[in-house]
């Protein structure tokens, strides 16, 4: 069913009794086996204050719309959410609440910060019907606990998020990608750290093995890009590597194709995300025997395409860092959890928090691989 | 204010209680003489003080464990400190409570330059923890005021903010991971030396949740490289509502500066006679800095002094060099000294949409009238958290009183405007008792669900954050517990 209002979503809750599977545009892969409960219908923006940066919408608000509204005035989401659904084979809406539910932040998470780092406040109900507020619309605030973070990524195992509050920035004048071409993994990961150890506020960083090619983005007004980019491509002359440099167009389309890992798209396999620190990267690439893979966040990020049913984790073994199985081939080889599973003490808190939140258990408790 | 009646049972118990402390920890770390406990009595809001039963100062992870698996086993309240600079009075012990300083524990365990990152000891203060990487040209962005004294522990427990937190955020935003001990003495880590840990985000939920979840021992960090070079632009508007706007359409033209602070009046009057910055007198003064190259910088200072200047400013003063820099920066850098050679004052924190200002700022100018008590407000402009000064005479009875009644005024009138009670002080026993004006009792059960879920006793800092009603029954639980 879809609810149209906060006060639908309370009674559907309520009276709900057997599992519910709440979902947006259901594009991010979250939803589980229950009864479909759908937040999409609870939509609209009721405030945008471009000059104090904030926007606050309805959870089911398609991002689209809110990207639009966000355009008008130059501005736009800073942590560059991406759009699933070409990597997962869906199609549907994509929702501000999805968003945030599954805290989706893109190559400028980097610089940035994610999808979390931007929210501001929320409004949701929890398993027993409570209609509950958290932070709000100012871009500092610690008064009490932050549920806000809690409910970011939280992928409806806690509540129903009917509204976010959320901070905006502005669309910078310009932007500029330099390329480097020719370097091996190590190399490109090394090329990766200079560049972001440099005081030149590179915005996204990645290497896409398959083309020996690396990324690096750079965004502002027009001649701190182009006096950024020179000193980027001394600091780099280094490594050896071919340097060219694209301009704002074709740098848009390079960053929305990684930020979708559109090499990936119509390819089979199983799609992992690993999280680790970006100079471990290439040995825990190695490991992995992936048929294909891509870094992001200068390596922080590794997209890996596996074999149906491949154990990731078993042949990674222990780092600073966690896998999670974002898209399987099929279903009858799911019995990998999708999230990394957690140590006793973190798990005991996890559990705490969701009999808590919803004791009955009726919201998505395998969107945090509880059940294996 | 009020704080809950200490537990005579626990204090009867305090001989057993310190033996097995000291049985347990080294030679030093159990303080209970009564003249040495008082240096433990209040933190940096001195308007409140009580020496607790005993401090205790362990050099360790294992130690603190020890410390909270002991106190627990003993239903004895832990009352967290790192610095003891809260202005919230975060770590104000009870007489029944046990405090547990990580003042001893600052060292630097790692520094990883090539991913950004270094983790601490939580002991460590702030500027010690920049001062360690900054020969390398790197830096710790979240800067409170108290950065001098202030620790790492106690920014994670207040979410701590700063003037820079307009481009580089707030602690929560450059916290990638905690070693934590739980009240029981248990050890859990959160996240790491990567980015997002998976799995809820129990980080963003310790963070800021002021030393009642658990105590943070280590933190890995995030550092950033050093910009090339910051300089600020000084402008001065004879109408606040005229300033607000300026802010408004500098944000709105894309530059995003690094700070953006804003002093009204009475606080440029107080700053100027004690410090001689030079600055104009008008109704309202804005210091915007801006980072980059020297190219880089004169571009953004042109675009933003031509959106000054479509406002009639009285006085527009760009830098042009670090002596020029330190002189702009020298006023509002004292206001908070300057204010206080007039008087005791009081410094809130509430935040407001930065539309908002104008309203808020004639609201405050009304009710000070009305409280015939002087304020000045400093501001962090562009991201709408005040800070009110309310000067009162601690020696003069019931203008203690009068000030937190004007305070509070204040803070709702906060709320009131879209904004919150506290943006970067945390709530403490200062606002504790305001949080109804801000939350709804579901709003708040929820939080107190997380409390119970992490501290099950309700042993850690209980009597702080919640009104004291609503945490009736859920305190003290732990006494009854080792009866």
């Given amino acids: 069913m879809t609810v149209t209002s906060e006060a639908e979503l309370v009674e559907a809750i309520r009276s709900a009794q057997a599992p519910l599977s709440l979902r947006g545009g259901n594009t991010r892969g979250m939803a589980g086996p229950g009864a479909d409960l759908s937040l999409a219908g609870l939509r609209g923006i009721s405030l945008y ?83 509950i507020k958290n932070g709000g619309r100012v871009m500092k605030n610690v008064t009490g606990y932050d549920l806000v973070k809690l409910m970011a990524g939280s992928r409806g195992s806690l509540g129903a998020v009917t509204e976010v509050s959320l901070k905006v920035l502005p669309t910078p004048e310009t932007s500029a990608t330099l390329v480097l071409s020719g370097l091996d993994d190590a190399a490109a990961i090394a090329a ?20 020996g090619r ?25 490594t050896g590597a071919e340097l060219e440099v694209l301009d704002a167009e074709p740098s848009a389309t390079l960053w929305r194709d990684l930020r979708d890992v559109a090499t990936f798209h119509g390819a089979a396999g199983d799609v992992w995300r690993v999280h680790c620190r970006p100079t471990e990267a290439p040995a825990l690439a190695a490991k992995a025997g992936a048929e294909a893979h891509l870094y992001d966040w200068a390596g922080g990020l590794i997209w890996l395409r596996m074999a149906p049913g491949t154990d990731l984790r078993a042949r990674l073994g222990r780092y600073d860092g966690h896998a999670t199985l974002l898209r399987a081939e099929s279903a009858a080889q799911t019995l990998l959890p999708r999230q990394e599973p957690e140590a006793p003490g973190v798990a005991r808190l996890t559990a705490g928090l969701r009999a808590k939140f919803d004791p009955r258990g009726i919201f998505n408790a395998e969107a945090l691989a509880l059940t294996p | 204010m009020q704080m809950p009646t200490p537990d005579a049972g626990i204090i009867a118990r305090k001989a057993r209680v310190v033996a097995r402390l000291r049985a347990a920890l080294p030679r030093n770390a159990v303080i209970d003489d009564p003249h040495e406990t008082r240096a433990y009595e209040c933190d940096a809001l001195t308007a409140y003080k009580c020496p607790p039963l005993a401090v205790t100062l362990p050099a360790s992870t294992q130690e603190v464990s020890t410390v ?61 923890v920049t001062g360690a990487v900054e020969e390398d040209g790197f830096f710790y962005a979240p800067d409170p005021s108290s950065q001098l004294a202030c620790a790492i522990a106690g920014n994670i427990a207040m979410n701590s903010g700063g003037a820079h937190c307009l481009k580089y955020g707030v602690t929560t935003n450059n916290l990638l991971g905690v070693t934590m001990v739980m009240m029981d003495g248990d050890v859990v880590e959160i996240g790491g030396g990567y980015m997002d840990a998976g799995g809820l985000d129990l980080l963003g939920l310790v963070c800021g949740s002021e030393g009642q979840l658990g105590v943070v021992t280590e933190a890995t960090l995030r550092i950033l490289p050093k910009p090339e070079g910051a300089r600020p632009v000084l402008m001065g508007f004879d109408d606040n509502a005229v300033a607000g706007a300026c802010v408004s359409d500098i944000i709105k033209a894309g530059v995003l500066p690094v700070a953006i602070e804003f002093m009204d009046r009475p606080c440029i009057e107080a700053t100027e006679a004690f410090a001689h910055a030079g600055y104009p007198m008008c109704e309202a003064l804005l210091i915007v800095e801006v980072e980059g190259s020297d190219a880089e910088i004169d571009h953004q200072l042109a675009l933003i002094t031509e959106i000054a200047r479509r406002h009639n400013p009285v006085e527009l003063r760009e830098s042009t060099s670090a002596e020029e820099s330190a002189a702009i920066w020298l006023g509002r850098k004292s206001a908070f000294g300057a204010m206080g050679q007039i008087n005791d004052y009081m410094c809130l924190d509430g935040t407001i949409p930065v539309n908002e200002l104008p309203m808020v700022l004639r609201r405050i100018g009304e009710m000070s009238d009305s409280y015939g008590l002087k304020v ?4 962090h402009a562009g991201d709408g958290n005040m800070h009110p000064l309310i000067l009162f005479d601690a020696n003069k009875p019931g203008d203690l009183e009068k000030c937190e009644a004007f305070g509070a005024d204040i803070l709702r009138l906060c709320v009131e405007a879209g904004g919150c009670l506290t943006g970067e002080h945390g709530v403490g026993i200062e606002k504790r008792d305001l949080m109804h004006v801000q939350y709804a009792p579901a709003d708040l059960e929820a939080q107190l669900a997380v409390k119970d879920v992490f501290d099950p006793a309700w042993l850690l800092n209980p009597a702080k954050v919640f009104p004291l009603d609503v945490t009736e029954g859920r305190r003290g639980s732990g006494a009854s517990v080792a009866a």
């Fill in chain 2, 68 to 128: 909270l698996r002991i106190c627990h086993e003993e239903g004895v309240p832990v009352v967290p400190r790192g610095s003891g600079t809260s202005l919230a009075g975060g770590a104000l012990p009870t007489a029944d409570s046990v405090v547990l300083g990580v003042a001893r524990m600052a060292e630097v365990l790692e520094v990883d330059y090539d991913n950004r990152l270094m983790r601490v000891q939580t002991g460590r203060t702030n500027l010690s």
């Fill in chain 1, 214 to 238: 690396s990324f690096l983005r750079l965004e502002g007004f027009e001649t701190s890009v182009s006096y950024r980019t020179g000193r980027l491509k001394d600091l780099l002359a280094a």
């Fill in chain 2, 376 to 379: 000045g407000n400093v501001f």
């Fill in chain 1, 192 to 211: 990766m750290a200079l560049a972001m150890r440099s005081p030149f506020e590179v915005t996204g960083a990645a290497h896409d093995p398959a083309q």
């Fill in chain 1, 49 to 131: 204050e471009p000059g104090a940066l904030t926007l606050v919408a309805q959870a089911g608000t398609p991002v689209s719309e809110i990207e639009t509204t966000l355009a008008a005035e130059g501005q736009r989401l800073a942590f560059e959410p991406m759009d699933h659904r070409a990597l997962m084979g869906c199609s549907g809406t994509p929702t501000i609440g999805g968003v945030f539910a599954a805290n989706v932040s893109g190559p400028r998470r980097l610089a940035v910060g994610a999808a979390r780092d931007f929210l501001l406040g929320v409004r949701f109900v929890d398993g027993q019907g409570n209609v």
